[in-house]
């Protein structure tokens, strides 16, 4: 499997904005996913392999965009409008079959990169 790299990750304020990006992303479909200290890794958004359809978790809906960019081999998420309870590691991954909104259905992960979001 190629490796999965996620950048992109910081600390900003609330309302403030990042952008994540994941490589190489390939032909696949791809998701998003983040885990909370504490907490189980969630699903946050995906986009199949076409890049025509996306999915969103309702907590980030309207705030975060997934994208595709083909030049650059990359899979990125636009966040906006950010919030303290978006601070999580951010983890990218490659689908393989399934659900778009289950880990189980993924399989290549990246190694996560942190965002953290000060209020």
């Known amino acids: 499997q190629v490796q999965l790299v996620e950048s992109g990750g910081g600390l900003v304020q609330a309302g403030g904005s990042l952008r994540l990006s994941c490589a190489p992303s390939?032909?696949?479909?791809m998701g998003w996913f983040r885990q909370a200290p504490g907490k189980e890794r969630e699903f946050v958004a995906a986009?199949?392999?076409?890049?025509?359809?996306?999915f969103y978790a309702d907590s980030v809906k309207g705030r975060f965009t997934i994208s595709r960019d083909n030049a650059k081999n990359t899979v990125n998420l636009q966040m906006n409008s950010l919030k303290p309870e978006d601070t999580a590691v951010y983890y990218c991954a490659a689908h393989y079959s399934g659900s778009y909104y289950t880990t189980s259905s993924y399989n290549n992960w990246g190694q996560g990169t942190q965002v953290t979001v000060s209020s």
């Open positions: 390939g032909l696949y479909a």
């Open positions: 986009l199949s392999r076409s890049g025509g359809t996306t």
